[in-house]
């Protein structure tokens, strides 16, 4: 059977985009905030819905209408229930119930819906409709309506839930249903598919008020809660919005195989060009140099951004495991800050050659900025008056408005504390780093982890690109710079996922991100064998020896040649104020096979590295059969050579062990981040 999805995309094959977005009713956008829902995917629900209710929308017995849209994280799923509400009211509805499971969620809608002074209100300065002006009000219940607004109700799915089933006074009632016809927009909508999960199915299909009353004390979870408001009236509607329907489940895919209007997906949400991508940073540091490395690019954004005439303020995520460790941080976090110095941060610049914070620290010297004026920005724009805390149930509500608001001008804050908090609802699009501050797994198996699958839809939030205008034929909201990696506004583009060394972790991290599309999938590596002729035994073996080396089975180390400056104990004098004060001192590369720094110091690099246990490695390695053969075989470290960095008046025997210890464990921690993201 043909479900309403397939339908409406085999009419979009054959007729093309243009036969939904054109039929967009040209009175909707002057009625909406300028310059929202023009997105040719967003003209495109638009139009599915019109086609729906002109063409489609036969009633089947009594049974009301339900409508799923499946959209992405950032798609502007809000604006299309805005947009939805006005052809509603033209088409004699009055009377709107938004409900979500999340009370955050909850206040920033309304101030979404009723709030012009937001900055982030959807309706245009007016609203006119059937040729009057049209209030929209908020109300207690629909009792009170008025027959001219478009009149809103605001509940959480779980207080709905209550009042259903625990009448007060002036409270919305299974009457307010009956009475009037109602549309409920329920937002995160996969929070009320417990039942249709476990199979159960007990309301009756048809409007039959007595059986719906003898079931009433039956009425025990939300999805039951909502089905008896939809069905209380033949004329209700329920649209549903969310971005993480489960569709694999053969019980939701049934529940809405003649309900789905529209799917668009996070992959072609980043594949349209209009999330930020993503990469992750990993790292061997100290919870507060992993925070300063984010606070750093953060800084770096922003003076980019100011640079080109673009005042936003890049935020940060510094996202904890419990309560009291990211309140421990934060005391952490300030007194860091408070005493960082220009040393600390030349030392970070030495070290950190192969990121981004190269770049960083190049654009400071082309710009005039000294390591001193850095450390005292950063002592400013990351004070405590610019960082919150937002862990506590009794965050003040002055506090939920200044998180929701991080993109105003005048709203001063660059850093956030949090546990959990924030997962869904928080729409923020000048998050750029994400920095995660535990090290350990939960439930670590061969199934994703369900912190990691809640730490992959984090960065699915924080992937909602920034707009900024930047030049004619441009466009604002989308990426503009991916076959530009040299140009600096590229890094306006980028979400940091800052993370400590952990492969295993790494990988399961990158699967996850590939199957919720947030990061593209790489090709398989296996190619098929040209012609039909067998190879023999021999072959076969040699064969498979090869393939599981290094460079067999990772073909991207073929170009894995990074060059890592040596920490240099040499100095130099000049004459104060001499000319050769403002000359760089000459650097040189020396280039040395790996083994030549010697088994025992290699081994101890690697003791460093969790990744290079050997139980970790024989899970990348199959044929490998001990460490020693790892080191010195050409099939693995033996064919790699080091790049190192050096004064000019420094030679490898100048090299102490401290400093090969530091270039070895800085070129195994690279190696293994590229054979994580390979995996």
């Known amino acids: 059977m043909e479900t309403l999805s397939q339908k409406l995309d085999k009419m979009l ?103 012009p002074g937001c900055l982030k209100y959807l309706f245009g300065e007016t609203i006119q409709l059937n040729g009057r002006l049209v209030r929209i009000r908020e109300v207690e219940n629909f009792q009170t309506s008025h027959p001219d607004d478009i009149n809103l109700v605001f509940s959480t799915i779980q207080g709905l839930h209550v009042r259903l089933n625990q009448p007060r006074e002036n409270s919305l009632t299974i009457e307010d249903f009956q009475k009037e016809k109602i549309v409920l927009i329920s937002d995160e909508a996969h929070h009320i598919n417990a039942d249709t999960k476990k199979n159960i199915n007990r309301l009756p299909v048809q409007n039959d008020f007595e059986q719906l009353n003898a079931l009433e004390k039956e009425m025990v979870s939300w999805e039951q809660s909502v089905k008896k408001i939809l069905h209380a009236h033949p004329d209700n509607i329920l649209l549903d919005f969310t971005a993480t329907i489960d ?26 060009g209009y999330s930020k991508e993503v990469k992750v940073l990993q790292s061997d540091l100290s919870p507060f140099e992993r925070a300063l490395q984010g606070v750093l690019l953060s800084q770096y954004r922003q003076k980019v951004f100011e640079k080109n005439g673009h005042f936003i303020k890049p935020v940060i995520l510094f996202k904890n495991k419990t309560i009291k460790e990211s309140q421990d941080f934060y005391r952490e976090f300030i007194s860091g800050i408070n005493s960082l110095n220009a040393y600390a941060l030349q030392k970070i610049k030495s070290a950190r050659q192969g990121t981004e914070l190269k770049s960083f620290f190049l654009f400071l010297e082309k710009e005039g900025i000294s390591l001193q004026d850095l450390v005292l920005e950063l002592r400013e724009d990351f004070s405590p008056s610019r960082l919150m805390v937002v862990n506590s149930r009794q965050d003040s509500e ?89 140009n600096e506004l590229r890094i306006g583009e980028v979400l940091y996922y800052h993370s400590p060394t952990n492969p295993s972790y790494i990988r399961e991290l990158n699967t996850v991100l590939v ?10 590596k296996k190619k098929k064998q040209a012609g039909g002729l067998k190879k023999s035994p021999e072959a076969k073996k040699e064969k498979n020896f090869v393939e599981n080396g290094l460079m067999g089975r990772y073909p991207a180390l073929k170009n894995f040649q990074p060059r890592i400056r040596a920490r240099s104990s040499f100095s130099s004098e000049h004459q104060l104020m001499s000319p050769s004060m403002d000359k760089q001192e000459p650097e040189k590369t020396i280039s040395l096979p790996l083994p030549a720094f010697g088994e025992p110091l290699i081994r101890k690099a690697m003791n460093r590295l969790p990744f290079y246990r050997f139980s970790n490695l024989k899970n990348f390695l199959p044929c490998l059969n001990r460490v020693s053969e790892f080191i010195h075989s050409r099939d693995y470290l033996g064919s790699f050579r080091v790049n190192i960095t050096l004064p000019e008046t420094m030679e490898e025997k100048d090299l102490n062990q401290d400093q090969k210890l530091e270039v070895l464990i800085n070129f195994l921690g690279q190696l293994a981040a590229i054979l994580s993201a390979e995996e």
């Not at 660059?414 to 780093?433: H, M, T």
């Open 515 to 524: 199957n919720i599309g947030i990061k593209p999938s790489h090709p398989s």
């Open 398 to 486: 002055s506090k939920q408005l200044a998180l929701n608001s991080l993109e105003d001008p005048d709203n001063p804050y660059r850093g956030i504390f949090a546990v959990d908090k924030l997962n869904e609802g928080w729409d923020v699009l000048n998050l750029f780093d994400i920095v995660r501050l535990y090290e350990t797994r939960h439930n670590p198996g061969s199934k994703p982890a369900a912190t990691t699958m809640s730490e992959a839809q984090l960065i699915g939030r924080g992937a909602r690109y920034c707009p900024f205008h930047e030049a004619e034929g441009l466009p604002a909201d989308k990426r503009k710079y991916d076959g530009e990696p040299g």
């Open 13 to 115: 094959r054959e007729n093309g985009r243009d036969f939904f977005t054109s039929r967009v009713p040209p009175w909707l956008y002057p009625n909406l905030r300028e310059g929202i829902g023009k997105r040719l995917y967003q003209m495109e629900a638009f139009g599915r819905f019109d086609y729906f209710w002109k063409e489609l929308n036969e009633p089947i017995g009594r049974e009301p209408r339900q409508l799923l849209f499946h959209m992405a994280t950032g798609s502007g799923k809000t604006m299309i229930m805005a947009g939805l509400m006005l052809y509603l009211y033209r088409e004699g509805y009055r009377n709107f119930l938004f409900f979500v499971n999340s009370t955050n969620i909850i206040d920033k809608t309304r101030d979404n819906f009723l709030n």
């Open 247 to 272: 569709m694999n489940n053969p019980l939701i895919r049934d529940k809405y195989a003649g309900k789905m209007l529209f799917d668009y997906s996070l992959k072609q949400f980043r594949r349209d």
